[in-house]
């Protein structure tokens, strides 16, 4: 009857841990770090010898809890960080360089529909080139453009430094993780596999490596115990209980590079801090290449307007002046009298006329259209690249779910199952009761 007794009180203790663990998985079926909990349970048979060789069965005491198990697959989280770090890399840069196409566009008043506007101008001042109106509008024209080039710069640079700004939050944020995986390993350590502790710490520890992983491009290591240690390029972030904190590094004229330990690391090529340093590179360049373009229209305005004359028969001098970069590009301070609308033959509107022979395959009307759609391919291509990204982010994420993620109607099943099972053991002991009463009434 003491048998009896224990089985069903084991059992009774058994269903009423696995009820607690069904709770909690209800209770945190909207939390994205939880990862389903079931009971691994064994009996408790009892074997006895009295022979070295031969075993005896002598009793069973029931059924006994050896652990919390986390329905966690290894290698779908590893897939899911994966995708996870690459899906977020693409929709980083897909949002930053669309900041750089709305900062070339510069809210529709780009410089090519500027450069557009001279070539006409010229074109009615080739026609009547003593009228005054005509040649303010002209000079005028060419101020507008100098203001394009300008303000467009300034908006390439006021992106760029946006994306600092986003890099050193994330930097900030990735360090915070890093010293919370270090903090959940050296609480790891003393807990025993299997531990309701142990389960919690392995959620904190899988959130943390998401976070980092979602950010910067790392090697994860796992340890005994579920320890985790973290490297980067041969250089370790975390080790047991110690993080090494990353440093973000900003580069003049664009670009970024993080530092561990006052090393430089490789850039990154992943994550967040991969996105932002990508994106930051193209548009970095597109910077460049609009420094180059100013540079050029400023060389080709004032190479036309030495080859003219003044109504006073003066060799035509600089219209506009650089130093180098189009955010330097400015106006000298010519007057509408001041341009050299003529030829050094003396033909009123000789120079003008030729005004039109900038319009080339390789001048700088045709450069900034080269610009624009090298800016536009390298958005289109984020985006394709994001599209897959997230439609193999989706899948991958799917198929961990499907182990890990509670399931409403599968705990709801085990709480019939379970109330089943309590009202059996309970059952157990009840009969053991009466029966140990029936013998007792014998005597």
């Known amino acids: 009857m003491s048998d009896l007794l224990a089985i069903g009180r084991s059992a009774l203790q058994v269903n009423s841990r696995a009820l607690e663990i069904v709770g909690s998985n209800v209770a945190n079926a909207e939390n994205p770090d939880y990862v389903r909990r079931s009971l691994n349970v064994g009996d408790t048979t009892i074997y006895g010898s009295t022979n070295p060789i031969y075993g005896n069965y002598t009793g069973s005491g029931g059924v006994v809890v050896n652990g919390i198990v986390r329905a966690s697959d290894q290698f779908l989280e590893a897939a899911t960080r994966q995708t996870g770090a690459n899906r977020v890399r693409t929709d980083v840069m897909v949002q930053w360089l669309d900041q750089g196409e709305i900062a070339l566009a510069n809210n529709q008043s780009d410089i090519g529909s500027q450069l557009t506007q001279i070539f006409g101008s010229a074109e009615e001042l080739s026609a009547v080139p003593f009228e005054p109106a005509l040649r303010n509008q002209f000079l005028g024209d060419i101020g507008d453009t100098v203001s394009r080039f300008n303000q467009t710069a300034s908006n390439l640079s006021a992106t760029l430094t946006l994306i600092d700004g986003a890099a050193t939050q994330e930097v900030s944020e990735l360090n915070s993780a890093l010293s919370e995986l270090a903090s959940v390993n050296e609480k790891l350590l003393p807990t025993k596999s299997g531990t309701a502790q142990n389960t919690a710490l392995l959620d904190q520890r899988d959130a943390a490596l998401t976070v980092i992983t979602e950010k910067l491009d790392v090697e994860i290591t796992f340890q005994d115990n579920g320890l985790v240690d973290i490297t980067r390029n041969g250089t370790n972030l975390v080790v047991y209980d110690a993080a090494s904190p990353i440093s ?60 003219g004359r003044t109504d006073a028969g003066a060799v035509g001098a600089a219209v506009v002046s650089h ?97 089943q099972s309590y009202e059996a053991s309970a059952r157990i002991i009840q009969v053991a009761r009466e029966t140990v009463q029936s013998v007792l009434a014998i005597f």
Do not use: C, K, M
């Open 323 to 419: 130093g180098g970069t189009a955010a330097s590009l400015s106006l000298t301070g010519l007057t509408a009298d001041d341009l050299a609308l003529a030829s050094p033959a003396g033909v009123a509107n000789g120079n003008i006329l030729s005004f039109v022979d900038l319009r080339t395959p390789t001048g700088s009307e045709q450069r900034y259209e080269e610009i624009v759609i090298g800016q536009a391919q390298n958005l289109l291509s984020a985006r394709s690249e994001g599209e897959a990204a997230t439609a193999f982010d989706r899948a991958t994420r799917e198929s961990r779910d499907r182990v890990s993620v509670v399931d409403l109607d599968r705990e709801a099943a085990d709480l019939i199952r379970l109330q």
């Open 248 to 307: 973000f590094v900003a580069n003049p004229g664009g670009g970024f590079d993080i530092d561990v330990g006052g090393a430089i690391q490789p850039p990154p090529t992943n994550g967040t801090l991969g996105g932002l340093h990508r994106a930051q590179s193209d548009i970095a360049a597109t910077s460049t290449n609009l420094d180059a373009l100013a540079v050029q229209f400023a060389d080709e305005l004032n190479g036309w307007q030495a080859n």
